[in-house]
């Protein structure tokens, strides 16, 4: 790869430092300073990808991807002794909100990052950087500063974080020239959980429910990446069927989600007929969910070791009449979006996210896809079932509501034709494998990534005696797509924020920990 008066190196060249051998599943290096802010500077040139920055005491810890082979990944760790590490956010703007929720866990200091506000914690904890080896009792009382805008005619309009109907909590501030948005800013942490705390010592049971909770619309998504993470750690191996199994609710949840969008979107583009239909096509999924595996999230389904249900031939002759119900009146649905030139006035060249963004940001889903980014962790690096079956991933380029829409149409097409391939080819057989870990003595640790409905989501996990969780992380894909609904909002007008907002509908939740 080729950037302008500068020929880079092969991307993993000269990062290596040492490997840990108790690490499955791509390759964990202990690096010294020079390497980290080496890697750095390769994010900041375009050939390296951010997939996830986190903490520990003491250590920050690092994924990135070749961005020319997506499915090749390294992670550096770096031990920060005193507290203090080179800030990647200094180079390359999507580490800076990482960098900022590190700080706010585990007291870790990324020198010379632009902004050092604090992100997760409120002041409201009690204490400063509760994950550090030693806590800090002080706490922060100050006011949170929002950035300053320039004008003669700019005012303010403050969103949140309780807004209208059933949503979680999150702060929009709102600068407007006129009816001209000139800068969105974002406030999050209100649904700060504490996942990564409770999690620390849990077995691998209690750890995937808490793992699922993160945020409940991908429910199977999260549940999937754990357990995913925790097999390659234990060298644990779930039955065949189970893993046809889980691909199956994967699916059905993507399908569910959205649905759910496209109706959503078009009611803010004023279009509530749409909502209507479309919110009973969700419904229906839901309800099947629940009648063939005993929830309608298909909560705490999936378990490292396979699944907790399994689908009768009952329930698969349900779905497969549901899809043939589903593609037939959603292709109606479809024709009447694609005719309704009021609705098109609201969604085409609204909420425009450039392409060059989305890639520095390695957006992933639906807000990727539909401003150019080719990425589909099923496909890259991939994971089973899904190399035995057949799916497109849909990409356009025009990355405004209308794109966003149609990558979850052509969304919704793939996931019925993967539900009709599983379930035309599950395999017979056992959905658990036990495994003793109760006697495991040592650490050794695994790291998955799973296309959830939103984009890639990303876990890492150590494991320890017994099995229990010592130590995991969980990144949504959310952490690398709010920050673009900031930059793809300016110059919309205020009227239009709630479909621009709705077209990227990411998680609070998720993203909040």
Known sequence: MKIPGKTLPDPFHSLQGRIVAEHRQWTRTEVQADIWAEATERLGAGALTLLGLWGEPQAVHMVVADAGAPGRILMLSLACPDGHYPSVGRIHPPAIRLERA???????????????????????????????????????????????VDGENVHQLPVGPVHAGIIEPGHFRISADGDTIVRLEERFGFTHKGVEYLLQGADPKRAAQLACRCSGDST??????????????????PPVRAVWLRALMAELERLANHLGDVGAICNDGGFA????????????????????????LMMDRIAPGGVTTDLDGAGAARIATLIVDIRRRFKRLVDLYDTTASLQDRTVGAGVLRPALAAQFAAGGFVGRASGRRFDARRWPGYVPYDELEFEIPLLEEGDVNARIWIRIHEVEQSMRLVE??????????????????????????MAIVEGFRGDILVWVR??????????????PSWFQWPLLEAAIEGNIVADFPICNKSFNCSYSGHDL
């Open 102 to 148: 590190a700080a706010d866990l585990f007291g870790l200091v990324p020198t010379g990052l632009p902004d050092t506000r604090p992100w997760l914690d409120h002041g409201k904890w009690g204490m400063h950087a509760p994950l550090a080896a030693e806590r800090n009792d002080a706490r922060s009382d100050k006011e949170y500063a929002f950035l300053p």
């Open 220 to 237: 199977v998504a999260y549940g999937l990446a754990f357990a995913r993470a925790v097999e390659q750690a234990l060298g644990w191996e």
């Open 273 to 296: 007929i749409m909502l209507a239909h479309c919110s009973v096509l969700r419904e229906q999924v839901l309800r099947e969910a629940s009648a063939s595996f005993g929830h309608r």
């Open 421 to 446: 391939q599983i379930l035309a080819g599950l395999p017979d057989g056992p959905i658990y494998a036990e495994h003793d870990s109760g006697n495991k003595t040592t650490s050794s640790e695994g």
């Open 463 to 476: 494991t320890g005696v017994a099995g229990r969780i010592e130590r995991c992380h969980l990144r949504d």
